[in-house]
């Protein structure tokens, strides 16, 4: 008899685990950006003196504070997930998984969770000075928070500081620094936060203008516009050299994600970007001759440069990958799906052998 395997228990966690994941993301940025954007405001009044930007900092914190709610309950409920949904991933990984999660906790969170309260209600309680600290500590640890977050999440794009020992069966880490300042987690923490920038930045632009329609508090709308504008235009400019480490690293580090990314199915040398194109939904397979775009114009070269620094480089595309044979830019022939497969086979065959010997006490 051949048991069947039900599925739907997946589904039904990736649907959960998503659902959730999608709502913290939509807060969580957007808590980085507005959490800098009144940490500016409340610098000024410092500076000043100007009651007007006491009162225009309490606006944006009260906003805030909503979305910090949401976005602590909502992560809460993801760091549970990851030990009922996501169980088996937790043990098998939870020595190198769960010490950033740790870490983020015990001290990014408990920072920002300390001096939030004082940010909050202690603007008649302490001194200018230390709510003003205690305001940029406040962002300081939530920024902190996604460093950690974004660690652990690096560390499952890319593998590192870690050996699979067999006689636990289990991924144990050895180099904790290499997990922690993996070039894909450094990457994609910046590019991060200042996406989180520009989203609290539109965020405050966005509701300053609607006051700004309907004639309510002119120069509360006109000074909050001031500072998201520019703070945006700086993330702006900054997340253009963040965007493209990301991206490198993809290409480096994860062939696969770049060829879907960019719907490359044939790559090749001097490889174009696509600037502007229309997917073809009749694209079922990458067997199946169809042209992926209906249209699409590219501009020649840029995507073998923004991958290999090189605009002559070669970048697989992910029929080339699927299939290998193909000779790398470090001078070695791509292996195909079909040969990894078989090495993973003999891997998994070896563990078998090596547990059996154990077991029988055969240390030949």
Same mark, same amino acid.
């Given at each position: 008899? /051949? &048991? =069947?395997? %039900?599925? =739907? *228990?997946? %589904? !039904? =966690?990736r649907a959960q685990f998503a659902l959730t994941a999608m709502y913290h993301w939509l807060f969580v940025p957007l808590t980085l950006g507005l959490g800098v954007i009144q940490a500016i405001m409340e610098t000024i009044y410092y500076k000043t003196g100007n009651e007007f930007w006491k009162k225009t900092a309490q606006f944006w914190m009260k906003l805030f504070g909503i979305n910090f709610a949401i976005g602590v309950a909502t992560g809460l409920i993801l760091?549970?997930?990851?030990g009922t949904n996501w169980s088996n991933y937790s043990w098998f990984v939870g020595d190198i998984f769960g010490a950033p999660l740790a870490i983020e906790g015990i001290l990014a969170f408990f920072m920002e969770a300390t001096f939030i309260a004082v940010m909050f209600f202690g603007w008649d309680k302490v001194s200018k000075r230390f709510h003003l600290a205690s305001t940029w500590l406040t962002i300081i640890g939530a920024t902190l928070s996604a460093l !950690? /977050? *974004? /660690? &652990?999440? &690096? !560390?499952?794009?890319y593998p590192a500081g870690m050996h699979f020992n067999p006689d636990t069966v289990r991924n144990e880490m050895f180099d904790f620094w290499a997990v922690a300042l993996s070039p894909v987690a450094i990457n994609k923490f910046f590019h991060t936060v200042l996406s989180g920038w520009i989203t609290g930045a539109v965020? $405050? /632009?966005g509701i300053s203008s609607w006051y700004l329609l309907k004639k309510r508090d002119t120069k509360f709308s006109l000074e909050s516009i001031k500072v998201g504008a520019i703070f945006g235009l700086v993330a702006s400019i900054l997340i253009v050299w963040t965007g493209d480490g990301s991206a490198y690293q993809v290409a480096q580090k994860q062939p696969m994600k770049l060829a879907a990314m960019e719907g490359l199915y044939e790559g090749g040398n001097g490889t174009g970007l $696509? &600037?502007?194109? *229309? *997917?073809?939904? %009749?694209?079922? =397979?990458?067997t199946d001759n169809v042209n992926p775009f209906i249209f699409n114009i590219k501009i020649p070269k840029l995507l073998s440069f923004l991958a290999e620094r090189n605009v002559d480089a070669y970048v697989p595309g992910i029929v080339n990958l699927i299939e290998g044979g193909y000779t790398t830019n470090q001078g070695t022939v791509a292996l195909s799906a079909v040969e990894k497969i078989e090495k993973g086979k003999t891997a998994i065959q070896a563990l078998a052998d090596y547990r059996k010997a154990v077991k029988n006490k055969d240390e030949v």
């Open positions: 008899m /051949i &048991a =069947s395997i %039900d599925t =739907s *228990l997946i %589904d !039904w =966690s760091e549970f997930e990851f !950690w /977050i *974004l /660690i &652990a999440n &690096a !560390w499952m794009q965020f $405050v /632009i $696509v &600037a502007i194109g *229309l *997917l073809n939904p %009749d694209k079922t =397979s990458y």
